[in-house]
């Protein structure tokens, strides 16, 4: 193993190694960071949230998102799978249906990151689960 | 490549281990094999979670749930509902005891709610295993920024400012010791870690070892830094051998990274560490006797002055912290005095972390901000007294403490006032009673450990705690007279006024506090020659009411000694030459009809 | 300069003065227990421990011992306040309540400084009952321990390790259990042990003791059919007043010889005449070897070790098996007395061996065990009988109501009580190498000394060394007292550092005048300076004071022996040594 020469480099090396446990880090407080929670039951397997679901996660990471990605059960919206709940700090939660990596992608950069609205909402009163 | 989404931290503490810990990790590791989900599912092994009332502990993020008591054969399932489909398994949820309702984030449950965790902030984090994931939460950072933009002064002066007092029981002020021993010069100086961690049912310092060793080592070479030290070591007990473990497989990857060594970080700062064995004895905690101890000499205390901090280790200039101590430094160095000195109460700053042990719900290692009430501690993280039964008192700092009673509850916990209230800090046990413990059996089990654990040099230690054993052994029996009474409080003040070491100085302190607040109880023992709690043997007795016998003959049959007897259907009772109070038929008994008097 | 107030009295110190050593200078009295000083000697032993020197210094949590604590500037220090005198109290009535309480036959009765504590503190009752610690008694032939009256004052323990280097006792144990003993509580006997005693010597209570052979030679005295003679060591004479009120480094020869008749002896003699015989044939073996090595025969050993001290061939045989053939072969001059006594005497006064008795009086307890070495018997019965220490000849003294004040100045037997100033000398330090120096001096050079005291040679420093020139051949001379210091100059001898001709050791710190089997010194080192001064005064007195010129000496090797070093001699004078370190592990 190769020999940490300087401060500068432990901190470089903390930065590469960060990701790592970044998971961890982001659990440690959830409720200050965006949550997207991604319905994974088996209609939303069949279609294609697993996916969908790698797919958001890679592409958050390329837009520096810091998000927490978690997976839950049924939402009963099995009509619209694959659904996903957004959570964005001191908002209501919103629940997205038929995400595709397209649609994905746009709630990732429309929605979260500029605030804009984005269509497939699934307008229902409807409380987040734990 | 596939992403990891979830990870499942699973204790890898002393604790958890020993109830199948392993096995655990095992089946986790088998079964998301099995799933085809090892490359999404990252399992890792951390330490202590600090909830070892509810152990094995499986948490697993990101979305926080915390599992409890699991067992082996609860992985499959753990893996098929959680991980597969995202839904909780709620059987091993926590279940509050006061509103019976499943609790799945741990940050909800009333054990962690107030709990601030500084010293253990990596336990039940991190992989203490893996360098990696230490460095990725900013280890040996604050090593890095000492011996880039600090002078061993301003190091010093940190540690001094951020008023961190020593965690091994005595509080002396941290920075203050390095600083003494930084003005001695000498060729060689030496950083000692005291890991002998001796209270009984103390379990901190080993948590720490075990969860996050690195901010240990880290710590040493920051003291060593700011000493002029280039060796440390570590003296552990050798009863702690995952702790060992860990600590050695930490100090390999230290090296291997350049961590400890010569040119650290690419400085000249050379340091590096060393593991020493105790055997386990108490008195070994004595800086002096520790000391003693690594030189293979026979674990004694010596008289102080001279302080190690001048003639310590081969009468080198030594300075030892314990365990906990270390802990706090790198993350005082990093985030400032200022920082640090805000949390906690005027005189004791930063969290202190408790083994939380005896008659209450929360049993577990805990670590709370200084001045936090026992009321918290007991009520809030501890969960109140086990079976809801009423509080007597709470023993803190170990043998060398004091019992404090309902009257302290809401006094704020910190090195002084517990002073002040005849107990101490001590290291940080913490050990709850409620009113089925008898006061003076307490006293009693106390000094049989430091009879046992007194090294025999001094006589006050070695004769005085024996007699004052005696004396509370005579008045548990029954045989106890006001005059011992007196004798006791004259020979416990004697002894704290006389004995060489801090081990018998405060060794009569558990008698003494017991005296204070528990004086009606003494008397009961010695005058009524009775035992409200029902411990001392001889001073109880167990009854048959013959009104509320039935004569079903149960209480007969589960007899050791038939003792019992009576006609079937007709009132029992006991022969009390016979019985020899095991409480069998107490125990076996339906209808409340067998008492102790 | 430091200064205090020490129960309200200005006192000034140098820095680093204890409370203990401040407050006697201010003529305040601390009693202590386990504290010890052996000043000049470098022995200090101030663990801490018995807490009995505790005193009051204001602002303090705790009363501070006296002994371990430096005195601060600035200081108030109250050494007989309420609380000290309480304290000072429990704690002497915890000592004594795991103490037992058969002072008036235990061995150190009178001597005994817990004993004298008690009684200054005035304790009439022990308020505390309970358990009492017991311990197998362990008996070897010198030395008794009797560990159920041990305090843990460590004095032994210290002066074992630390001044003796034999590292036979150390504390083992914890708490209550806590006590002094060998190694795994085995007898000493299969101990590192040497039997120097010198923990004996130093004990504050009867816990150490030395085996009393006084009844048995009672017995021999009051059995007709036994002729029972007695030699007395040089050092005996320098000492024995103390017991009978007499300054120390009184000097008492007659009255020595008198006392001795009157408790029965048939005959008075002097180890003092085998002493001289010692120097004819150590002498003799040293002139021999040098002789050699000068004509360049590099087997030769050298420097010459001298074997009169027993506790110093104990220490060599278990630290230095490898250096057996160092040691001067001539036995010891107890044993050589022994031996020409139960052959040339008894032959010449036609007694058989088995009834004569041969009895010493030794300043040590070593030789109690020497006299048992099985080398020194012949058919199992023993050159020397049985050994008394001067403290057991006092006794025996006192139980006749006799009392050596009173006695006039007899003289010493003859042919075996003649001797000269150089056999007195093998009772100090540096004596018996001095004595050697005489006499090799004249034989090696054929010259005739001018000047018989070779002060260079003498001292009470730990380790000393000296040229002597020997008409032109200088000659290098080593001297150790005190194991350790012998430790520490074998060792540099062994890794060949420097080139010795001749060494003298000395078991007991300031030699036989600080035996173990001495009159209690309890830690006062003038005492052992007064003897070491009456040795040179007695010897100064002696009209004859070389070795070789003692005229039953010479009769003897004309009678008898034939020449030193010869085949009579190898006989009945030389002796040999064995590997003992199987069952000693000194860690280094």
Not at chain 1, 15 to 24: A, P, V
Not at chain 3, 507 to 523: D, F, L, N, R
Not at chain 3, 557 to 573: D, I, N, R, T, W
């Amino acid at each position: 193993m190769a020999k940490v020469k300087s401060l500068a480099e432990l901190k470089a090396m903390r930065e590469k190694l960060q990701s790592n446990l970044d998971l961890r880090e982001k659990s440690d407080d959830p409720e200050s960071l965006v949550q997207i929670k991604v319905a994974m039951a088996t209609c939303g397997i069949a279609s294609g949230a697993k996916q969908v679901m790698e797919h958001m996660m890679e592409k958050a990471d390329e837009l520096k998102l810091r998000i927490v990605f978690t997976q839950t059960g049924c939402m009963g919206y099995c009509h619209a799978e694959p659904t996903i709940e957004v959570k964005v700090p001191g908002k209501d939660p919103i629940v997205f249906g038929h995400v595709d990596n397209k649609k994905a992608d746009e709630i990732l950069e429309k929605y979260i990151m500029n605030n804009e609205l984005v269509e497939g909402i699934i307008p229902v009163n409807y409380e987040t689960i734990d | 490549m596939t992403k990891i989404k979830t990870h499942v931290l699973c204790c890898g503490g002393t604790g958890c281990k020993a109830s199948a810990g392993d096995e655990i990790i095992n089946n986790f590791n088998a079964i998301l094999k099995e799933k085809g989900l090892e490359n999404e599912v990252q399992v890792i092994r951390t330490g202590c979670f600090g909830f070892c009332e509810k152990g094995p502990i499986v948490k697993m993020l990101p979305d926080n749930t915390f599992y409890t008591q699991v067992k082996p054969s609860d992985v499959r399932k753990i893996v098929e509902e959680h991980i597969v489909k995202g839904r909780k398994v709620t059987d091993l949820l926590y279940l509050d005891p006061e509103n019976k309702q499943h609790v799945s984030d741990s940050k909800h449950m009333g054990f962690y709610k107030k709990q601030l965790r500084i010293a253990l902030r990596n336990c039940g984090f991190i992989n203490p295993e893996d360098i990696d994931e230490c460095i990725s939460r900013g280890g040996y950072e604050a090593l890095g920024k000492v011996l880039t933009e600090m002078t061993p002064e301003q190091v010093i002066d940190e540690v001094t400012r951020s008023g961190l007092r020593g965690r091994g029981g005595a509080g002396f002020p941290t920075g203050v010791k390095w600083g003494l021993c930084a003005k001695n010069k000498a060729d060689q100086k030496y950083v000692v870690c005291n890991a002998d961690e001796g209270d009984p049912g103390a379990f901190m310092d080993r948590s720490i070892m075990e969860g996050d060793p690195h901010s240990v080592i880290e710590a040493m070479a920051i003291c060593g830094y700011a000493i002029g030290a280039t060796k440390g070591l570590v003296y552990i007990r050798a009863e702690y051998p995952l702790a060992i473990h860990r600590l050695q497989v930490a100090i390999t990857q230290a090296r291997e990274y350049g961590l400890l060594g010569q040119g650290i970080l690419g400085t000249d700062f050379e340091f590096d560490i060393e593991l020493r064995y105790g055997a386990g004895a108490f008195v070994c905690g004595e800086e002096t006797a520790l000391i003693h101890s690594m030189e293979g000499q026979r674990g004694e205390p010596t008289f102080k002055p001279p302080f190690p901090a001048v003639s310590g280790y081969l009468g080198k200039p030594t300075n030892v912290n314990n365990v906990e101590t270390f802990a706090n430094i790198p993350i005082i160095i990093t985030k400032g005095a200022e920082w640090f000195s805000k949390i906690g109460s005027e005189k004791s700053k930063g969290t202190k972390v408790f083994a939380l042990a005896g008659q209450i719900n929360n049993v577990g290692l805990i670590e709370v901000p200084m001045g936090i009430t026992l009321r918290d501690i007991i009520y809030e993280i501890g969960g109140g007294i086990k079976n809801g039964r009423e509080f007597k008192a709470v023993q803190t700092g170990g043998p060398s403490g004091g019992c404090l009673t309902a009257k302290h509850l809401d006094t704020a916990i910190d090195y002084d006032n517990l002073v002040a209230a005849g107990s101490m800090m001590g290291s940080g046990g913490m050990v709850v009673m409620d009113e089925t413990s008898c006061m003076v059996a307490i006293a009693k089990f106390y000094l049989e450990f430091t009879c046992e654990e007194s090294c025999g040099k001094c006589s006050p230690c070695r004769i005085g705690n024996k007699r004052m054993l005696e004396i509370l052994d005579k008045i548990t029996k029954g045989n106890g007279t006001m005059h011992d009474l007196e004798e006791l409080r004259n020979l416990a003040t004697v002894i704290k006024d006389t004995a060489l070491c801090g081990l018998g100085q405060t060794s009569p302190n558990p008698v003494l506090s017991t005296l204070d607040n528990f004086w009606d109880e003494y008397v009961e023992h010695v005058v009524d020659k009775k035992c409200r709690a029902g411990v001392c043997k001889q001073l109880m007795h167990y009854e048959i009411d013959p009104v509320k016998c039935i004569g079903c003959g149960a209480c007969a049959r589960v007899c050791p000694q038939n003792a019992i007897s009576g006609e079937k259907k007709m009132a029992h009772y006991i022969d009390n030459l016979k019985c020899i109070k095991c409480g069998a038929c107490y125990e076996k008994c339906k209808f409340g009809a067998i008492s102790v008097k | 300069m430091v200064k205090l107030t020490i129960d309200n009295k200005p006192v000034e110190v140098a820095e680093g003065t204890t409370i203990l050593k401040a407050a006697r200078q201010a003529g305040i009295h601390i009693p202590t227990l386990c504290y010890f000083e052996l000043a000049g000697m470098n022995f200090e032993n101030k663990p801490g421990g018995c807490r009995v020197c505790v005193v009051e210094v204001a602002g303090r949590r705790n009363l501070a011992p006296a002994c371990a604590t430096d005195c601060m500037e600035g200081m108030v220090v109250f050494t007989h306040s309420q609380r000290v005198i309480n304290a000072r109290r429990t704690v002497v009535e915890l000592i004594l309540s795991d103490h037992p309480t058969d002072c008036l036959t235990c061995a150190k009765s009178g001597q005994c400084e817990l004993q004298k504590l008690a009684q200054n503190l005035g304790i009439r009752e022990i308020p505390f009952k309970g358990e009492q610690s017991t311990y197998r008694m362990d008996m070897s032939p010198s030395i008794i321990r009797d560990v159920d009256k041990c305090i843990m004052c460590r004095r032994c323990e210290n002066i074992c390790n630390n001044i003796q280097s034999v590292g036979a006792l150390s504390a083992v144990n914890r708490g209550f259990q806590a006590v002094v003993a060998t190694a795994f509580e085995q007898d000493m006997v299969d101990s590192p042990c040497t039997m120097c005693g010198q923990c004996v010597q130093v004990c504050p209570v009867g816990a150490l003791s030395e085996v009393d052979d006084t009844r048995n030679v009672m017995a021999a005295i009051n059995n007709p059919k036994k002729t029972v003679i007695v030699q007395t060591a040089p050092a005996v004479r320098v000492a024995i007043g103390e017991e009978f009120g007499l300054e120390p480094g009184t000097i008492v020869t007659g009255q020595l010889a008198a006392v001795l008749r009157r408790l029965g002896f048939d005959y008075v003699f002097d180890t003092d005449f085998a002493a001289d015989l010692t120097i004819m044939e150590e002498g003799t073996e040293l002139l021999g070897r040098i002789s050699k090595f000068m004509q360049g025969d590099k087997s030769v050993r050298l420097p010459i070790l001298t074997s009169c001290c027993p506790g110093w061939v104990n220490f060599f045989e278990h630290n230095f098996p490898d250096m057996l053939d160092v040691p001067s072969t001539a036995k010891s001059p107890q044993q050589m007395f022994g031996a020409i006594a139960k052959s040339y005497w008894a032959e010449k006064m036609g007694i058989n061996r088995e009834d004569l008795i041969v009895v010493s009086i030794m300043p040590c307890l070593a030789k109690k065990f020497e006299c048992k070495r099985e080398e020194f018997s012949v058919n199992g019965n023993p050159d020397v009988d049985y050994v008394l220490s001067t403290r057991e000849l006092a006794r025996l003294i006192k139980q006749f109501n006799l009392d050596i004040k009173d006695m006039s100045c007899e003289d010493y037997d003859d042919p075996l009580g003649e001797s000269t100033g150089a056999a007195v000398i093998f009772g100090a330090t540096g004596g018996v190498i001095e004595a050697a120096t005489r006499t090799a001096y004249e034989v090696f050079t054929g010259k005739t000394l001018e000047k018989v005291d070779f002060t260079e040679l003498r001292g009470l420093e730990g380790i000393r060394e000296a040229w002597v020139d020997f008409n032109g051949t200088p000659i290098h001379i080593g001297i150790a007292h005190g194991l350790k210091n012998a430790r520490t100059l074998l060792e540099r001898i062994r890794e060949g550092k420097e080139q010795f001709h001749a060494i003298e050791v000395m078991a007991c710190p300031g030699g036989c005048i600080g035996g173990a089997g001495q009159p209690y010194h309890h830690g006062n080192s003038s005492i052992l300076k007064k003897r070491y001064d009456a040795i040179y005064r007695e010897d100064a007195n002696k009209a004859i004071r070389k070795s070789h010129e003692n005229p039953s000496i010479q009769k003897l090797y004309a009678e008898f022996l034939g020449e030193p070093c010869g085949h009579k001699s190898h006989e009945l004078l030389h002796t040999h040594y064995f590997d003992k370190s199987d069952y000693v592990e000194i860690a280094e």
